[in-house]
């Protein structure tokens, strides 16, 4: 049984504050306002949780923090910037990988809508299988 996509429920609440707020606020102000909508919707969600990095089977502590966790299966990372860069999706995917979390949302609230500022992607996203026909 698979897990339910909690990408609609955080794309929908994303939307709904960036109507309210608008565009222009700091990243922090709309981590905030997603972590409280989402928790108001009975979500477990972290925010800030720390990212681990294993180098050498050494666990080190980088400052590596995931804006959004949301239920243990999805990664959210907040941005306020004019354009995102591919280093906006490296973090993202970065993250997917070092939490063996398998969805994420990058979220750029600095639009005018915000369907324009989403992008989801999945850790190592493999194609399923061909069925023989």
């Given at each position: 049984m698979h897990a339910r996509d909690l990408t609609p429920e955080v794309i929908g609440t994303?939307?709904?504050i960036h109507r309210k707020l608008g565009p222009g606020l700091l990243e922090s102000a709309y981590e905030a306002c997603l972590a409280y909508e989402l928790q108001k919707l009975r979500l477990h969600v972290e925010r800030q949780r720390p990212v681990p990095l294993v180098y050498e089977a050494v666990k080190l502590d980088c400052g590596f923090r995931a804006d959004l966790v949301v239920e243990n299966r999805l990664v959210v990372e907040c941005k306020c910037k004019?354009?995102?860069?591919?280093?906006d999706e490296a973090q993202l995917l970065s993250h997917l990988r070092l939490l063996n979390i398998p969805v994420g949302l990058l979220i750029n609230f600095h639009v005018a809508l915000l369907k324009d500022g989403i992008k989801?992607?999945?850790?190592?996203?493999?194609?399923?299988?061909?069925?023989?026909l």
């Open positions: 994303a939307i709904q004019e354009v995102l860069h591919p280093v989801r992607m999945v850790n190592n996203y493999r194609e399923p299988p061909a069925e023989n």
